[in-house]
């Protein structure tokens, strides 16, 4: 059986950590040995709901029954503007990008500032969870969604996708950390957590998918050690 995983830089390759003698010690990896099965990641550090939604809209027609859906649920203050750099998609990381020009810079910033609505994001992000679920029920599996930023409770129901329950990951996260860092300083961990977190995430994870429950992060995850 496969695991098609989908999202941001929760869940994705560690392709730039090229300093690691080894990048197998990550929750993607351990669960899909664990399950013996193989693991396809579409993650992408950075990328916004539009991108991972897209992207599980033209690899669907791969699924089959039997196979596991996980997808990295990332924040709603993030937009796919531009295709070909679906890693840039908050108002920080586009004022920071030497690829983008200075007038695409400001149209963007100003959309940031000026439009974006919380509120109608949270309204796609119902609207994409509506497909999702027919896609699943299509080839009766499920999808395992993890929250992995704070956003409303989203209250419809949908029999082929279980979300997560406890914190979301981007609060967990920095809860290893004695002093909180400056958001702005690049993260080395691999998907945001030392190894003894991945573990933890991976166990929970591994419980849901054999159990076919939620995935539950109510667990005591390693704190205030880095």
């Given amino acids: 059986m496969t695991i098609f995983i989908y999202g941001d830089s929760f869940c994705c390759q560690p ?7 080894t990048r197998n010690h990550r929750w993607p990896f351990m669960v899909a040995k664990h399950l013996d099965d193989k693991e396809i990641n579409f993650g992408v550090g950075g990328s916004a709901l539009e991108y991972s939604f897209d992207t599980i809209a033209n690899t669907k027609n791969d699924w ?7 997808l990295c649920e990332t924040s709603l203050a993030r937009r796919w503007f531009f295709k070909a750099m679906p890693n840039i998609s908050t108002f920080n990381n586009v004022t920071r990008a030497l ?47 993890i929250r992995c930023f704070d956003r409303p409770i989203i209250s419809d129901i949908h029999p082929n996708i279980l979300f997560s329950i406890g914190d979301p990951l981007d609060d967990i996260c920095f809860r290893e950390f004695k002093v909180i860092p400056d958001r702005a300083i690049i993260d080395t961990r691999i998907g945001h957590f030392s190894i003894k977190n991945h573990i933890l995430i991976a166990s929970a ?9 939620n995935i539950d992060f109510n667990l005591p995850f390693k704190e205030k050690f880095l």
């Fill in 15 to 21: 392709t730039n950590y090229t300093h690691l003698t």
């Fill in 64 to 70: 089959n029954t039997g196979d596991t859906i996980i």
């Fill in 99 to 145: 690829e983008i020009n200075e007038r695409d810079k400001k149209w963007v910033q100003r959309w940031f500032i000026d439009f974006h609505n919380v509120e109608l994001s949270l309204l796609q992000l119902k609207a994409y969870y509506y497909m999702l679920d027919a896609w699943c029920a299509e080839k009766d599996i499920v999808c395992h969604v």
């Fill in 205 to 213: 994870i591994i419980k849901a998918i054999m159990d076919k429950t």
